[in-house]
C-alpha cells in the first residue's frame, strides 16, 4: 500500500515538475534547429550536415543535461535547494569572503553568474513567444504583421499577472506541457517513420564531423546547438520545488525521449524536404485546422515556459536579498504554504519593460537568437567553476578525482561559450550588457554592506561601556519594551547609543535583535531563537533564517519567553531602528561613483521595517550621515 502510494506520489510530481522545470528546456524545439541552418553562423543543408547537427543536439542533451545537471550538479543540493547562489553556499566561507568581508574567488563567479541569469530571464519570454507567435506565417504570410503585437499582448498580461500568484493554474501548468511533449514526440515519430535513416545521428561521429568540416562554421556551429539546452541551469535551480527524483523520473521517462524524438523528426523531415528549414518545427505538420491547434499548444507551452523564468528570477532575487548580495525589494508572499513563493513588484516590472523592448528590438526570433546562448554559456561555465571549490574544499574530493571531471566539464561549457562569443555584435551584447549591471548592483551592494558593518564594528561601543555609561549617567528608564535591531551580535547598537545621547532615557526592558541568515534554505522552528540575558533589563536575541525565508520580526518575537518579561507583547513594543544617510567624499573618481550609487541603492532600498514586517506605528527611526 505504501509503495502505491509512493509511486503515486511521484507520477504526480514528476508530471507537476514538467511545467515548473522543463518548460524552457521544452519549447526550445521551435527555434533550435532552424537557426543552425538559418543563424549567423549557419550551416549548408547536405545529409551529413543534417545527420551532424541531429547528433550534435542529442549528445547536447546527454553530456550537458543528463550528465552534468541532472546526474551530477543535482547532487550538491543544499537541504534539497539548488542553483548557483544555494550551490555558493555549500563552499567554505574562507572562497566566499574575504577578511573585511567583501566577496571574493567562488562569490565573485556565482554573483556573476546569477546577473547572467537575469538576462536570460529577459530573453526567454521573448524569444519564445515570439516564435510561438511565428507559426502564424506558416498559416497565412499576412499575418506576419500581428506577430510583434500579439506578442507584446501576451507578454504583457503575462507579467500583469504574477501579482495574483500561480498557485491556481500552477496545479494545470504540468498537464499543458505533458501534451507538448507527447505531441512534440508524436510528430518525431511519424518523420523518423518516414525517414529512418536519421536515426545514424545517436553515432557520435557526425557530430564530430559537422565540427572538423573545413568547409563548415566549425565549433561555431555549437553556438546554435546551445539553444537546444538552455533550460539545464532553470532544471537545477527548480530542484527545490519537487526534489531529485520525481525531476529525474519526469526527465528521463517524458522529457529527453521527447525531445530527441522530435529533434530526430525534424532533422528526417529536412532530409526528405531540404526546403524545410524555416519554421522547421510547424513545417512538421501539413498546413490547415490543425496548425492552429499546434500554435495554440505552444503559445501555450512558451507562457508557461516564460512563467517559469520570471518565477525563477523572484526566486534568485529573494536569495541574493537574504544572502546580501542584493538591496532589498518590496516582497510579497503568494501563497500561505510555500515560503519559496514570492511576487516582487519591481522585479516584474523591469522584466516586464525589458522582455517587450527586447521585442520590439528584435522582431524576430532568428535575430534574438543571435543574443540568446551566450549568458546560458557563460552560467554553465561558472556554475562548474564554483561545483569545483565545493566538492574539493567541503566534500574534501581529491585533486586526482575532481579534476578530471572539472576539465571535462570546463572543456564542454568553454567550448559552447567559446561558440557563441561571435554572436556579440550581432546581439549577443544584451545578455552582457543586463549581466554587466546586475553584477554591478550585487557588487556595488554586498561591498557598501560590508564597509558599513565594518564601520559600526569598529567604531560602536562594547556592552560593557555601555552599561557603564547607563550606571554614571543614570539614564532613565521608563515603562515598556525597546526591541533594537543590533548588525552586530556582540557590540552596542549604534542608533542605541544616539538614543541614549539625545534622549536619556530608555525603555525599563531592551531586546538586541540580531538577524542573521543561514547557509541552509530553512531553519526549524526549534533552532530560530537564541536568547541571553545580560544586565540592567538588556537581552540579547539571535534569529536565524535560512536564505530561502523572509524575516518576520513581530511574529518571531511572539516565540519568545523570556521569565522576565512575562507582560511582554509584540503589539506594545516600540521598535528602534537607524536611517542612514551615506555622504560621497571620495577623490577617486571610481570610488565617487561606487559611492554615489550605493547611496542611490540605499535610498531606495526597501526600509529595514518594511522588510522586517514591522508595524509601523510602533517603529522609531534615528537618522545619522555617515562616509559611503
Known sequence: MNKTLFTKDLLKFSVASLGVVFGDIGTSVLYTYQECFHGGHAISVTHDHVVGVASLIIWALLLVVTLKYVWILMNAENKGEGGILSLLSLAPPKYRLNSKGVLIGASLMAVAGAALLYGDGIIT????????????????????????????????????????????????????????????????????????????????YYAILVLTDPDGPGI??????????????????????????????????????????????QGAMILTNPSSTTRTFYAMLPTGPWSYALIALATAATIIASQALI??????????????IFPRVKLIHTSADLEGRVYLPFINWMLAVCCMATVIFFERSNRLAAAYGLAVSGTMLLTTVVFFYVAHYRWKW??????????????????????????????????????????????????????????????????????????RRQIQRVPGTLVVLASNENRTPPVLGRLVDTMHVIQQHVLLVTVTTSDDPYVPATERIRTTSLKHGVTRVLLNFGFMETPDLPAALEQLNLTHLKSFDPKKVVYLLGRETFLVDSQSFISRVRQVLFALMSRNATSASDYFNLPAKQVLELGSQISA
Open 311 to 324: 518565477t525563477g528570477a523572484f526566486s534568485l532575487t529573494h536569495q541574493a536579498i537574504r544572502l546580501g
Open 398 to 471: 581529491s585533486l586526482w578525482k575532481i579534476l578530471p571531471l572539472t576539465v571535462f566539464l570546463v572543456f564542454l561549457d568553454g567550448a559552447f561559450l567559446l561558440a557563441n562569443l561571435p554572436k556579440i555584435p550581432d546581439g549577443g551584447y544584451l545578455p552582457l550588457v543586463i549581466g554587466s549591471v546586475f553584477f554591478s548592483i550585487m557588487i556595488i551592494w554586498q561591498k557598501g554592506r560590508a564597509r558599513l558593518s565594518m564601520f559600526y564594528k569598529t567604531t560602536s561601543k562594547t556592552m560593557d561601556d555601555f552599561f557603564e555609561e547607563v550606571e
Open 220 to 265: 561555431s556551429i555549437l553556438g546554435a546547438v546551445i539553444l537546444a539546452v538552455t533550460g539545464g541551469e532553470a532544471l537545477y535551480a527548480d530542484m527545490g520545488h519537487f526534489g531529485k527524483k520525481p525531476i529525474r523520473y519526469a526527465w528521463h521517462g517524458i522529457v529527453l525521449p521527447a525531445l530527441v524524438l522530435n529533434y530526430l523528426g
Open 125 to 204: 519570454p521573448a524569444i519564445s513567444v515570439l516564435s510561438a507567435m511565428e507559426g502564424l506565417e506558416t498559416i497565412n504570410p499576412a499575418y506576419s504583421k500581428y506577430i510583434v503585437p500579439m506578442t507584446l499582448v501576451i507578454l504583457f498580461a503575462l507579467f500583469s499577472v504574477q501579482k495574483k500568484g500561480t498557485g491556481g493554474i500552477g496545479n494545470y501548468f504540468g498537464y499543458v506541457v505533458l501534451a507538448w511533449f507527447l505531441v512534440m514526440a508524436g510528430l518525431g515519430v511519424y518523420h523518423i517513420f518516414l525517414n529512418p535513416s536519421i536515426l545514424i545521428a545517436f553515432n557520435p
